[in-house]
């Protein structure tokens, strides 16, 4: 119910993503994604509730919201009615939601029971919800939109007891049966799996309408006509049964389709958001050259660039290297391995400015092979010290025999 469940944070993910943040973004989606559905399963339910106590055509009931729904959307946002079907879709999407998030951190993913755990908490969780809350806006459309003393008439059990019995089975054909429609979809070779999950959360609760929209009508017909015998009221049913499911197959298409994909494609982007919000990408930028050698072999998922090119002598860099800004859910030993790497980079990098720094302060005229010899730090062999000063003296640096002073 409410979509496919989302992809599993990691560990280190959810040590740095508060489980608060993940059931806000869930319960966000859900009510959102309800909204957007609403203004149709409201149409319908009225319709068919309207019909069923015979104050209009189901046709006509219909139009008529359709007309509301494109020419006074501001009216409907108004709308208890409307207001009422967004906090039972919202509901069920966001228990949906957060059963997921909760399981997700607290059961280990590889105990074979875990899957068990979850789809068992779902289950109960959503109908536990939606049956409640379905309940309770079923009720309450039978007073505002019956006949006669509808709004002050007592709900019989029995109505009660057939909106349970309807909920139980869409529930449970909203998890047990799109897995073997998908399953069936994709063995076919017609679709591949995601196009078959997705027709198979539509297939599913539309053809399961075959046997919910009866009991629904004889529900409605307990309420409506208390006095009529048990034979008339299914007959009473009988005749608004094709109509009927015709329109709830489309209200369920928009309560699965609309909404159910709707809540799946605003979490799968919330949860994104707030992962790339609390986890960040962490890559530093390098400059246009390429990465040397030193930095070969650095895992891409670490997120960190070395941006350290070598100058033809193989000494200074040209450019900058990036400081290293780890991921708090990247991977610990990859991150360490890089910051060893940069480390090494600042290191060789440093000792190279420092080498340079003490070359350059002396300028020494090429064209004298003596002093030539002094920028590198070392008197010609077959000379003086007092020759070798006279001659650096002459082209003005500074002499062996001042370094030794």
Known sequence: MGGKTAPRRSAAEAAAIPIGTDLAVGFGAGFTAAFCAA?????????????????????????????????????????????????????????????????????????????????????????????????????????????????TRTMPRATFGLFAVRDTLTIAAAFTVPPLVASALVSSGKMDEKRAADAAQLISPMGMQLICTPIHLMALEMFNKPDSSTGEKVRSAARMFPQSTIARMGRFCAAYGIGGLLNTALLFRGRDAVKQLYCGDAIVAAETDAPPPLAAGFPASSHVIVAAVQSADGATPKAAVG???????????????????????????????????RTDEAVVDPSDDDCALLHGGHAHPSRSLAEMDERCAAAAVPSPSAGAA
């Open 323 to 357: 400081a290293p800004q780890p991921s708090p859910c990247g991977d610990l030993q990859e991150v360490t391995h890089a910051m060893t790497v940069v480390a090494d980079a600042l290191a060789r990098a440093g000792a190279a400015s420092q080498h340079h720094a």
């Open 39 to 151: 203004p149709f399963i409201m149409t319908v339910d009225k319709a068919v509730t309207q019909a069923s106590a015979g104050t209009t055509s189901l046709w006509a009931a219909l139009g008529m919201g359709l007309k509301e729904i494109v020419l006074r959307p501001h009216h409907l946002v108004r709308n208890p009615a409307l207001l009422l079907v967004s906090s039972v879709y919202g509901l069920t999407y966001a228990t949906a939601n957060s059963i997921d998030t909760i399981c997700e951190r607290m059961l280990n993913p590889k105990a074979p029971s875990s899957a068990t755990i979850q789809g068992g908490a779902k289950l109960f969780g959503t109908t536990a919800v939606n049956m409640g809350a379905g309940i309770t806006k079923d009720a309450l459309f039978a007073r505002w939109f019956g006949a006669g003393d509808s709004a």
